[in-house]
């Protein structure tokens, strides 16, 4: 099993969950995230006065996966976040020890399947 997470701009979160959908996606975690990376923050002004924002706010997507899925997934997170400004965010692949559902007590890709 996988674990496929992403930070992606808050704008994107629609398009990027209608492609989820479409690549049959069985679930997702979605998590409202502030940080910066090579956008190092922005400034802003409100009420005359300037400040400096310096984490912004993102959209931090979790997602456990098959093998054979992470690909499909990744790609469709990738191609339907991208602006192509700085800041559309990353995408990164980790392995998973286990998995377990709670209620039923499944383990491994029984415990993610629908």
């Known amino acids: 099993m996988k674990l496929i ?3 992606i701009k808050p704008s994107r979160l629609d398009p ?3 492609a989820l959908k ?3 996606c069985g679930g997702i975690t979605v998590s409202e995230v502030r940080g910066f990376g ?3 923050g922005k400034t802003e002004v409100y009420r005359g006065a300037e400040y400096e924002v310096k984490l912004l706010p993102k959209v931090k997507l979790e997602i456990v996966a098959g093998p054979e899925a992470v690909e499909r997934i990744a ?5 339907a976040a991208k602006t ?3 800041g559309d965010g990353k995408i990164w692949v980790c392995d998973l020890d286990s998995v377990s559902r709670i209620r039923t007590g499944e383990v491994g890709p029984a ?3 629908s």
């Not at 790609?75 to 191609?79: D, F, L, M, T």
């Open 75 to 79: 790609e469709a997170i990738g191609q």
């Open 5 to 7: 997470t992403a930070i």
């Open 38 to 40: 090579r956008q190092k």
């Open 111 to 113: 415990a993610v399947e």
């Open 84 to 86: 192509g400004k700085i």
């Open 22 to 24: 479409e690549v049959g």
């Open 16 to 18: 990027v969950l209608d």
